[in-house]
């Protein structure tokens, strides 16, 4: 069954949704007993490693892996010499155009410091890790590039042959409305900057791992840490040259993924390939250090911003040119740069725009997928420069942007026309807890310590549609005692997602929370799901659940009328009690309704939910309270109180933990998080968490989060709407323009270290 | 993890005969949060590890009025940052303790270990120095004593021979008028490497400041003392607005590298900074 833009139900009361029920992972997770990639253990495994170059771009001239061979203990030993050699993508979204065919599995030419150039597979990990030092790599250094600066200057050397200049990774993205002339035209005060980003890497927990195992039969079974197991299916199956129904992936719980998962990486295919070439499982761990050099990180760049206003605080032309560091390969940078550079389109409203959004390939490590996807990096400049002109004009901050939200029937970046939209309500809601006015006039100090307060505000779509054309997918079935298994696609990355799915399930059947049970993560059982990104989990993955779980109602209510003595639609469930609604107390319970009668068999009720998106927008407004060290130019975050619109709330504690830990991320991304390439020679300077510092619990200010359902969307279930971009959008501009209230210096980068600050001030007293 | 051959000594003569023998490829493993982390990194690449823990008698630690505290080599950070005596006669290494990465590693780090090391950024190294602590050592049946300030050539590197085991840690008593402030400087509140470290620990005869010592951590090869900012107080009258010179003194006495924690430029700024608010917070402690 397919259904586009099915009504919500109308209902005003819930019994499951809504309430934060004791997640269904919990159990698993405090005990020790969920099972990650990294638990699995098979017969005769072997343990695989990549060995790294230490050059940023070089074609390698030999391999002798002669003495790594003959090492006692190693079964196999790839390089490019001896892989498939088929161009592939690693943004595995074949269903979007946006994907760039530019890596090998090996290639004979490495275009960053850390890339994979061979692998080994060896009886334990240290025989493994022996024998990396025994490969011998030959290299002819080429030319390398490492700001997009350098790659865009005539005579750059090229880092891939796609038919474009300059090093493109994909033709600008160029996205116009109205007349940008006639706006700066208008204009009272144009503003014009240069926004430089960071290079923050989502450091989740559990570092990339995979096991890989082939049956006899050929087929391939993979366990792997991944956001998007069909996504992985499809890539597998295509570079190894064999259908989808020989390749399975498994993937049940995960350590986080933000984002990063969501790319095809060389140890998946390499373990593939050495699990062939022994006939034995192989199990492929990134240490911490590859995380970082083989891992992906947010894309760094440069944003030229400028816009137009009038004296009485509209916005009358807005023309960016966004340029992002895509590292050596493709990756995300097609998908980022649509999303990031449309995104300018909307959040202050502004009918004159011209964008230009680019990525360059340079010789760095690879830009990919995470969370904010380019929207962090392009609102970034946005708010920065909005809070500026409110300061220029005369405006409170948090008037002028509620004056210029976005608003109900504007058009998206989407191109949809916004329905649903909370970023009013967030800004005044914001601004009553904050008790605003009276926070931001009260005095910043005058010792060495001064405070102030600032606003930043965001909005994110909830699924990666139309850019890709994504659809949920559930099937829900009903067993004979009246409990209930959900299949779905969706990915546990550990966001308790699949509780909020039962809880959906739960509320559509009218059964309890603890009777649904839920099968996920193995792509031979499960239907189709493009993974966990985009915002998309519950509310895609949960209103198609909640399709399927009302098919199944539907069934049960015709299996059970004739019980009752009444047409289905005379009936309703109530906590698993199938009851006649015209008060006549006749009842069923439902296990009893479905249970196989005196020699018949088990009636089959098995509903299948398909849902393919409208577009959806959730809205956020941060207000922060900051502290800055005059002397040594640390900032602290004193407080932070996050209003977020997101709809029908499914499992308020999960909402708020999603909101939560984004600010925690974004908190480090503004003020410390940055992976740090030399750039005399592309070495990462910071590749392990001695030195690339996120914030810790010690670290993390009070906040109050606050989540307003005042704008539900029509196609989530009840309304509800994603939440997991969303929060890690608008700390950063609320913390960069809380420190100029602090110390009226206006930031336009990040991070922003102490060190910064301290230049800053410096600067501005010696202008004094 | 590379492999190594562990050895467990039940004695310290067994202990310093096995390491006087093993020689420079020998690494002792007391709390083992550094060594072995540095080993799976292959930082460091000991073909023998020698486990100190089955010595009896390390694990002590005991505090007088009279000669001050004494603490094993087996004493854990933890043990120090939540003893009470440490806490009323010594806040500044108790803050230095408390500031080394998180409780789980500080239950199993020891202080001796931290000193040992010899990183120029270790936390408790700074206030061990401005309290003039001492190391006691063993080697196959001598006792000598090593000053602290005197243990270190470089980073990395003490003037410990093969055969030395330092059994513990001497600081001499707080007495009365006397102050003492550590300042980590770093990235985060936990789970950080000082960027720079501040320690002062003075006495005060009145007005007059008739001892001062002051230790700067990550700013050079090694932990130093700032001899010539000590001396613009020492056996001077205190005057806050000379603070700054002594600040200017020590900020001139240290050598900073730049690397992606801090810049050079910046380091010496923080000595600056911390190095006036260390003596005003010292000042305020007596």
């Known amino acids: ?768 | 993890m590379r492999r190594f051959d562990y050895y467990q000594p039940k004695s310290l003569e067994e202990a310093s005969a096995l390491m006087a023998d093993l020689g420079s490829e020998a690494s002792i493993i007391a709390g083992g949060t550094d060594l072995l982390v540095e080993i799976k990194e292959e930082l460091r690449k000991p073909r023998h590890v020698v486990d100190i823990k089955k010595i009896p008698g390390l694990r002590d630690y005991s505090y007088d009025a009279e000669t001050g505290l004494r603490f094993g080599a087996l004493v854990t950070a933890r043990d120090l940052e939540i003893w009470a005596p440490v806490i009323e006669h010594y806040p500044n290494l108790r803050t230095a303790v408390a500031a080394l990465g998180s409780i789980q590693v500080r239950n199993r780090a020891t202080v001796v270990g931290n000193v040992c090391r010899a990183s120029p950024s270790a936390d408790t190294i700074p206030p061990l120095i401005a309290d003039g602590a001492s190391l006691s050592v063993y080697n196959r049946g001598d006792e000598r004593q090593i000053p602290i300030e005197d243990l270190f050539t470089g980073p990395g590197r003490t003037v410990l021979v093969p055969g030395d085991i330092v059994t513990g840690i001497s600081v001499p008593p707080s007495r009365p008028q006397s102050g003492r402030a550590y300042i980590k400087h770093g990235r985060r509140k936990a789970m950080e490497l000082a960027t720079v470290g501040v320690a002062v620990s003075l006495e005060r005869d009145g007005d007059t400041c008739t001892e001062i010592r002051i230790a700067l951590g990550a700013v050079a090869p090694t932990p130093i003392r700032a001899r010539n900012a000590e001396a613009l107080l020492r056996g001077r009258a205190i005057d806050p607005a000379a603070f700054t010179a002594i600040a200017d003194a020590a900020m001139a006495e240290s050598t900073p590298i730049s690397n992606v924690r801090a810049s050079a430029a910046y380091r010496r700024d923080m000595v600056g900074v911390l190095t006036r608010r260390a003596i005003g917070q010292a000042m305020g402690g007596v």
Not at chain 1, 133 to 146: D, K, S, T
Not at chain 1, 286 to 304: A, L, V
Not at chain 1, 491 to 506: E, K, M, P, R
Request: glycine residues 10%; proline residues 6%.
């Open chain 1, 1 to 768: 069954m397919t259904v586009h833009d099915l009504p919500v139900a109308t209902r005003q009361t819930f019994s499951v949704v809504g309430k934060s029920v004791k997640r269904s992972d919990t159990l698993e997770k405090v005990t020790g007993s969920a099972v990650y990639a990294g638990d699995i253990i098979l017969p005769g495994m072997l343990h695989g490693k990549i060995k790294r170059c230490e050059i940023a771009h070089a074609r390698i001239k030999a391999i002798d892996t002669s003495k790594a061979l003959a090492l006692k203990g190693v079964k196999a030993v790839l390089t490019h010499e001896n892989v498939p050699r088929v161009l592939h993508y690693g943004s595995p979204h074949p269903r979007s155009a946006s994907v760039t065919r530019d890596q090998y599995i090996l290639d004979d030419r490495v275009r960053y410091w850390g890339e994979g150039v061979a692998a080994v597979a060896a009886v334990s990990e240290e025989i493994a890790e022996e024998a990396l030092g025994l490969i011998e790599v030959e290299y002819e250094p080429l030319p390398a590039v490492f700001t997009v600066e350098d790659a865009l200057k005539p005579g750059a050397p090229a880092l891939h042959d796609n038919g474009l200049d300059e090093n493109n990774v994909l033709p600008p993205v160029i996205v116009e409305r109205g007349d940008i002339e006639q706006g700066f035209a208008e204009a009272d005060l144009v503003l014009e900057g240069e926004y430089e980003l960071g290079r923050p890497t989502a450091a989740y927990m559990e570092p990339n791992i995979c096991v890989t195992q082939w049956d006899g039969n050929g087929k391939l079974t993979i366990w792997s840490s991944t956001q998007t197991a069909f996504m992985v299916r499809g890539a597998l199956a295509e570079v190894l040259g064999v259908p989808l129904n020989k390749v399975r992936v498994v993937v049940d719980h995960m350590g986080g993924g933000f984002g990063a998962k969501q790319d095809l990486f060389q140890h998946e295919f390499l373990a593939a390939l050495l699990a062939r070439e022994t006939a034995r499982p192989v199990r492929m761990e990134f240490s911490r250090k590859e995380t970082f050099f083989g891992g992906r990180s947010r894309h760094p760049g440069k944003i030229w911003l400028k816009q137009g206003f009038t004296r009485d605080g509209r916005i009358t032309a807005r023309q960016a040119r966004v340029v992002f560091n895509s590292g050596a390969y493709g990756s995300h940078s097609p998908g980022v740069t649509n999303v990031g550079t449309a995104a300018m389109t909307s959040l202050y409203r502004c009918d004159n725009v011209h964008l230009e959004g680019r990525a360059i390939y340079t010789n760095t490590p690879i830009a990919g997928a995470f969370r904010g996807y380019g929207v962090v990096q392009t609102y970034y400049a946005i708010d920065l420069q909005v809070d500026e002109a409110a300061e220029k004009l005369g405006f409170d901050p948090a008037e002028f942007k509620l004056k210029n939200a976005v608003r109900e029937g504007d058009i998206a970046p989407s191109n949809h026309p916004i329905v649903g939209h909370g970023l009013e309500d967030c800004i005044r809601r914001g601004m009553a807890e904050s008790d605003w006015h009276t926070a931001r006039k009260a005095p910043k100090g005058d010792g060495v310590k001064r405070r102030g307060w600032g606003i930043g505000c965001e909005m994110h779509g909830s699924s990666a549609y139309p850019g890709i054309k994504e659809q949920g997918n559930a099937i829900v079935k009903m067993n004979e005692d009246g409990t209930v298994t959900l299949l779905t696609g969706t990915a546990g990355l550990g966001t308790g997602a699949h509780t909020a799915l039962s809880q959906i399930v739960a509320e559509e059947l009218g059964v309890p929370f603890e009777d649904i049970a839920v099968v996920q993560g193995d792509t031979d059982v499960v239907p189709w799901d493009i993974g966990a990104f985009a915002s998309h989990t519950t509310y895609m993955g949960g209103r198609a659940a909640q399709i399927a779980a009302a098919d199944v109602r539907r069934q049960v209510l015709a299996h059970a009328a004739p019980m009752l003595d009444a047409a289905p639609e005379d009936l309703t469930i109530v906590d698993g009690l199938i009851m006649r609604t015209d008060g006549s107390n006749r009842s069923i319970p439902l296990g009893e309704a479905v249970a196989p009668q005196r020699g018949m068999p088990a009636i089959q009720l098995v509903g299948v939910g398909t849902y393919t998106p409208t577009k959806s927008y959730s809205f956020g407004a941060h207000f922060v309270e900051v502290e800055v060290d005059t002397e040594t130019g640390e900032v602290a975050v004193l407080q932070v109180i996050p209003v977020h619109e997101i709809g029908k709330i499914i499992h308020p504690v999960a909402a708020a933990g999603q909101i939560e830990g984004g600010i925690q991320q974004g908190i480090g991304h503004t003020l410390s998080e940055d992976y740090v390439i030399d750039l005399t020679n592309g070495r990462s300077l910071n590749p392990s968490f001695v030195d690339y510092k996120m914030p810790l619990s010690m670290d993390m200010p009070p906040i109050r989060t606050i989540i307003l359902e005042t704008a539900p969307d029509p196609g989530g279930p009840w309304g509800a709407k994603g939440v997991g971009e969303d929060p890690i959008i608008a700390i950063g501009p609320a913390i960069a323009n809380a420190i100029h209230d602090a110390i009226g210096v206006r930031f336009r980068h990040y991070p922003i270290t102490p060190e910064n600050v301290l230049d800053a001030l410096r600067a501005k007293s010696k202008e004094a």
